[in-house]
């Protein structure tokens, strides 16, 4: 089975700090995502990676960046939290040979 | 515009009340139709994909059919367990590995 895991579900922080969310797959996979999902919006698609060190914009990639060094482990970071950033994140996988993404569990994050 | 809309955008049944959730989509060069459930604070769990139209699968209780304009689920028979979203998303040829997203339908099963 694939496993996406998150490294928090629940996170509370302030206005302006420096967040990071971390998402790691077991399954090899070569591509990533990063959603964010807002009641009456859906999922949107903030960053995604390809590869190692590769990255793409997402629809909303506005107030945040990304980071991949190791193939398994994909990081969003907020560099300055605001209130509007609260939100169910939500990190996604999927091989090269299937267009199948397969999601972890998410992050609910709530900035004051 | 390449659109995904799911209808209804709730629905509520009755244990053991059949029904079907409709996905219908406007986008050139379907290569994929995925479909999902969500249930609250979690992240989504995918169910099927279906590539072409006429393509039909099967699991339990939930079964997605596909033509050249939309996809329906259909429950059959449902049970309280089936409360949940269920979402739709599409890959189309040209979007890379990015998928274009529904809203969900929001399923109630009262017992």
């Known amino acids: 089975d694939v496993k996406v895991t998150q490294s928090s579900r629940y996170l509370v922080k302030r206005t302006g700090e420096k967040v990071f969310l971390e998402c790691v797959q077991d399954?090899?996979?070569?591509?990533m995502f990063w959603y964010r999902q807002d009641p009456g919006l859906g999922l949107r698609l903030i960053y995604f990676?390809?590869?190692?060190?590769?990255?793409e914009k997402g629809d909303i990639p506005e107030g945040y960046s990304v980071s991949r060094e190791k193939k398994e482990r994909f990081s969003l970071i907020l560099e300055s939290a605001s209130t509007n950033q609260t939100s169910m994140y939500l990190c996604?996988?999927?091989?090269?040979?299937?267009?199948?993404?397969?999601f972890g569990p998410g992050t609910r994050l709530t900035v004051l | 515009e390449d659109q995904v809309t799911q209808s209804p955008e709730a629905l509520r049944l009755q244990e053991g009340e059949s029904s079907s959730l409709n996905c219908s989509y406007t986008v050139s060069g379907l290569r994929g139709l995925f479909w999902y459930r969500q249930d609250p604070g979690k992240g989504p769990e995918f169910l099927f994909t279906l590539y072409s139209a006429g393509e039909e699968k099967e699991k339990e209780r939930l079964k997605a059919t596909l033509t050249k304009k939309e996809s329906f689920l259909h429950i059959t028979a449902p049970k309280p367990e089936d409360s949940a979203t269920y979402l739709c998303?599409?890959?189309?040829?040209?979007?890379?590995?990015?998928?274009?997203w529904g809203l969900g339908t929001s399923l109630a099963v009262n017992p």
């Open positions: 399954m090899d996979h070569e591509n």
């Open positions: 998303a599409v890959h189309h040829a040209g979007n890379n590995r990015k998928l274009i």
């Open positions: 990676s390809y590869d190692v060190k590769m990255k």
């Open positions: 996604a996988s999927i091989s090269s040979g299937t267009d199948t993404q397969y």
